[in-house]
């Protein structure tokens, strides 16, 4: 008894907190201000993410959560509740991860072409130091 006491008590939790956690609000709120400035990378998108979450397991594979993926598989009729969402948030984190490694290449290009601007003498001191609160700021969120 005791088991399958344990056993309701795993299901319920893994049926109500979902698999995929998604992104928190602040990196909400960065992704959308790099979307805005049109930085977005999107390796995947959301939308067949959560539409795959109707097939068994699809939402979570195509994420790249394949031990959530067994798990939705195994429970698919009931799957369907959350595997779509878990998709979609999969997705937009996939999406988020690789935004942030985009900029930030993007950003050390830039310095690394003023660093070798500075190094040649091309630039003075304080003409490195406006520019490079420029890059600064064109790539920070805050």
Known sequence: MP????????????LTTGCAS??????????????????VVEEKNPGA?????????????YGRE??????NLLFWPLSILW?????YDASTTINYHATKEHVASLQSKEMDELDSALATGELTM???TLAKRKIDKKYRYN
């Open 83 to 87: 595997d779509p969402i878990s998709g």
């Open 126 to 128: 304080a003409q490195y």
């Open 22 to 39: 998604g992104l928190n609000s602040y990196q909400k709120s960065e992704y959308a201000y790099f979307k805005s400035k049109g930085m």
């Open 49 to 61: 993410g959560a539409a795959l979450g109707l097939l068994p397991g699809g939402g979570s594979f």
């Open 66 to 71: 394949y031990g959530f993926g067994v798990v």
């Open 3 to 14: 088991y399958m006491r344990m056993l309701f008590a795993a299901t319920l939790i893994a």
